[in-house]
């Protein structure tokens, strides 16, 4: 008797043998090089041992009761999990692996990016070169100025503020230390490193910092003059950043967005970006992506940088994804310790 496997999308010519190669796994993918289909998916799983989905998936009651008791393991590719629900997965028994780590990297240079695009007023200038109206402007003293992201003889003091401080949020942080930031505040529990000695760990860490601190999100919005979103989706972080969030911020400040949409009240953005309450924002994500389309407000914001969920793509990242989603599917069935298993209360 082999273990069916059902594959959400095709993982390419590096990955697919890890499954394929099995003679005890029955391996069946989604044929299309398109969203899984919902019929198909829910058809297709009775009787599997694992499941390996995308972030498309929705892993809830019904997914788990069309898999049945013959499911041990669903393998997400991807590091965020707010399209599973976890008492469900934990009230029947079944792992969940994800992918953190091979993908830190590329999200932070990502995160990084936004912050320069967003400060740079990087959409209205290359906007300017694309529809040809460079001849239009010659070089000036003052045009398209924005805030600089590093410290200056006029900007001593820069401050990060990372709402969650996980595993990105500290690499997202590490590159902006030769920017010259001096203070980083943060929000939320760290998913490593235990969480009353965290702040003392990274002022260890690096002594250039004049301070690191957990603040409220009220003195987080006051004070930072980049606020980078990097917490997990899901209910408990809601419209975090909303319109009295927003209200509190720099007008020269920029925010960031490389973690889930759903953190940020978009219609709140777009006010305080066109009333000038910051200077600009770059965002990865939108709530209810990916149906955002040029009448979306953030879209229609010069100042908004807007990209299409990009955070980890690279080929370096997205390989390691796929491989660490195999290998969690694999020990999974197998009844072995998953490398990268999200650990579920019940
Ligand atoms: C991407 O958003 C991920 O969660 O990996
Ligand atoms: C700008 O191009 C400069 O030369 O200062």
């Not at 469900?88 to 830190?104: E, F, I, M, S, Y």
Request: glycine share 8%.
């Amino acid at each position: 008797h082999k273990h069916k496997i059902v594959v959400t999308r095709n993982l390419g010519p590096d990955v697919m043998p890890l499954l394929l190669n099995r003679p005890e796994f029955e391996v069946i993918t989604w044929p299309e090089d398109s969203v899984c289909d919902r019929d198909w998916f829910l058809k297709t799983i009775p009787g599997a041992s694992g499941i390996l989905v995308m972030l498309s998936e929705k892993i809830n009651p019904e997914t788990l009761d069309a898999a049945g008791p013959s499911l041990k393991v669903v393998s997400t590719m991807s590091v965020g999990y707010d399209h599973c629900e976890l008492d469900a997965l934990a009230q029947r028994g079944v792992k969940l692996g994800h992918t953190p780590d091979v993908l830190t990297d590329a999200v932070a240079d990502l995160s990084v990016m936004l912050a320069l695009m967003a400060g740079r007023n990087s959409k209205e200038t290359t906007g300017i070169v694309q529809n040809g109206q460079w001849p239009n402007f010659n070089w000036a003293p003052f045009s398209f100025c924005g805030p600089q992201l590093s410290s200056s003889s006029f900007n001593p003091t820069r401050t990060a503020g990372f709402i969650g401080f996980g595993r990105i949020s500290q690499a997202t942080l590490a590159r902006l230390i030769p920017f010259g930031f001096t203070h980083c505040l943060f929000t939320g529990n760290p998913n490593s490193s235990g969480t009353s000695t965290i702040a003392a760990e990274i002022q260890a860490k690096y002594p250039s910092l004049k301070g690191v601190r957990r603040v409220s999100l009220d003195e987080l919005a006051k004070e930072s003059d980049v606020v980078f979103v990097l917490a997990p989706g899901g209910k408990e972080t809601y419209h975090i950043v909303n319109e009295g969030f927003l209200r509190q911020m720099k007008k020269t400040a920029v925010l960031v967005n490389t973690s889930r949409g759903t953190l940020v009240d978009s219609d709140a953005l777009a006010k305080a970006l066109r009333e000038g309450w910051l200077w600009g924002a770059g965002i990865d994500v939108v709530e209810g992506e990916p149906n955002v389309g040029l009448d979306h407000p953030l879209v229609k914001e010069p100042r908004c940088v807007v990209l299409p969920h990009i955070g980890s793509a690279t080929n370096e990242s997205r390989l390691g994804m796929a491989t660490l989603a195999a290998q969690n599917l694999i020990a999974g069935v197998l009844g072995e310790p998953l490398p990268a298993e999200l650990q579920l209360t019940k």
